[in-house]
């Protein structure tokens, strides 16, 4: 099915340093999701966008619904140990009478080193 | 209460058992979800329910059977699993319109099929 372009895939930083995340798809969103999953756990909502343009702080990350409604991007800042995980970007379209249905990245799985 | 809560967390079936992976949620939404995830991969849809009704069936072979009691219930019924099915099952609601559509997760079931 339809996939996001999510980068990087993978990084390495120190602790304490900015992450930078992003996912751009080739047709428009009415929802730009940012998930975390923890090893063997569900993913857990960390911010939702609904307006382009939008931006979004939920305590050290930001998040942005980029203008052309084609793109999101997610800054983590001051990195801890605990942002250890793999962040997912979900775009959605919601259809009429119905749940909205998620359309994924690929991942970007985050190791931080203490 | 943004809890989706899902049981088992662990569930060992050989390929001739049967058995039911059960999902709640009491935050009033109408949609709710069944995704599969294999390890390090976006999560995959496979059905959606809005309105305790089937809305979407992503070509989700037969051996899995979804089941809506009532609008806080999901179930997953496994017949005649193959052992490529052994997963992260991850269920997950919404509300159901136009806007705050986002999908809050739960802690999944970790399927294997032996």
């Known amino acids: 099915g339809q996939q996001l372009n999510q980068s990087p895939q993978s990084m390495f930083i120190q602790e304490g340093e900015d992450v930078s995340m992003n996912c751009t798809s080739s047709?428009?969103?009415?929802?730009w999701l940012w998930y975390k999953q923890d090893p063997g756990e569900g993913p857990v909502l960390l911010i939702a966008?609904?307006?382009?343009?939008e931006l979004t702080s939920n305590g050290r990350l930001t998040a942005q619904f980029g203008i052309t409604r084609k793109d999101s991007f997610l800054n983590i800042s001051a990195s801890i140990p605990s942002d250890v995980g793999i962040y997912f970007c979900a775009g959605q379209r919601p259809v009429y009478n119905q749940g909205g249905k998620l359309i994924f990245g690929q991942g970007t799985e985050l190791s931080v080193k203490p | 209460d943004t809890e989706v809560t899902q049981t088992p967390k662990h569930l060992v079936m050989g390929m001739t058992n049967k058995k039911s992976l059960k999902c709640e949620q009491h935050?009033?939404?109408?949609?709710m979800y069944w995704y599969k995830q294999k390890a390090k991969k976006p999560p995959e849809l496979m059905f959606v329910y809005s309105y305790e009704k089937l809305s979407i069936n992503e070509s989700v072979p037969s051996r899995f059977s979804p089941e809506c009691p009532n609008s806080s219930l999901l179930n997953l019924h496994l017949h005649a699993l193959q052992p490529e099915d052994s997963a992260l099952y991850l269920c997950a609601s919404s509300q159901v319109g136009r806007g705050n559509t986002e999908a809050f997760f739960g802690q999944g079931t970790r399927l294997t099929v032996v």
């Open positions: 047709s428009i969103f009415n929802t």
């Open positions: 935050m009033g939404h109408r949609a």
């Open positions: 966008l609904y307006k382009a343009g």
